[in-house]
């Protein structure tokens, strides 16, 4: 599969953790600079908002998910070092498995608390705007709290501010359960319905960076 690898390409990185089922240490998105017939490929490194291109650590444990015309192409791979060529970065890894072809994309889910407001679907509510809060965010849903009882599967609209920029995201909202801990009284699960490209894009990127702040 590594022959549909192109330059160019967007490819999604994770590092797992020692633990047994336990979450990505990090993940990213980064572009594929070339591959090679023997499994090895090169790409740029992530960059981080506050220490620049980071040195990713030499290991196996990685998956990488590449964005090729031909789908999404999911591998185990080992990063093999880090190199500068012309005063610019690269990050070499070897792909350790035959590679998969995947139909849909699991998001990481970044544990943070964001204040957002949003309406609700239905003439009862209508034109009313409702506080909440993030739990926890990904590329094609999140977890929140909020003081409004929410019945499952209504459509919601929901503003987010990401990086200074306005964000609508049309979402269906699920389980509505009681919040025993913080600012509101009900917990649920919201499923993003309507996002362009862009504006995944955008989630995507705005999580990455929260991550790379950190992975320092």
Do not use: W
């Not at 070897?94 to 609700?120: A, C, E, H, N, Y």
């Not at 034109?127 to 599967?153: C, E, H, W, Y």
């Not at 995201?169 to 009284?185: C, E, Q, T």
């Amino acid at each position: 599969m590594i022959e549909h690898i192109q330059t160019g390409n967007r490819v999604e990185i994770s590092l797992s953790s020692d633990l047994k089922d336990g979450p990505p240490l990090f993940k990213f998105i980064t572009t594929v600079d070339h591959a090679k017939s023997n499994n090895m490929v090169a790409v740029l490194p992530p960059i981080s908002p506050t220490a620049g291109d980071l040195r990713l650590p030499t290991r196996s444990g990685y998956e990488m998910s590449f964005f090729t015309k031909s789908g999404i192409l999911v591998f185990e791979a080992k990063c093999v070092g880090n190199e500068v060529v012309d005063g610019e970065r690269f990050t070499h890894f070897v792909l350790t498995s035959k590679g998969k072809k995947v139909q849909q994309r699991d998001f990481f889910r970044l544990p943070i608390g964001m204040d957002f407001t949003f309406t609700v679907a239905g003439e009862e509510l209508e034109g009313q705007v409702f506080k909440g809060k993030t739990r926890d965010l990904s590329g094609n849903g999140m977890s929140f709290t909020a003081d409004l009882k929410i019945p499952d599967n209504t459509e919601a609209y929901i503003s987010f501010i990401f990086d200074g920029e306005y964000v609508l995201i049309v979402a269906k909202v699920f389980g509505g359960k009681p919040n025993d801990a913080g600012l509101y009284n009900f917990a649920y699960r919201a499923r993003f319905t309507a996002l362009t490209d862009r504006e995944q894009e955008k989630i995507i990127r705005f999580i990455n960076k929260k991550q790379l702040t950190s992975f320092r």
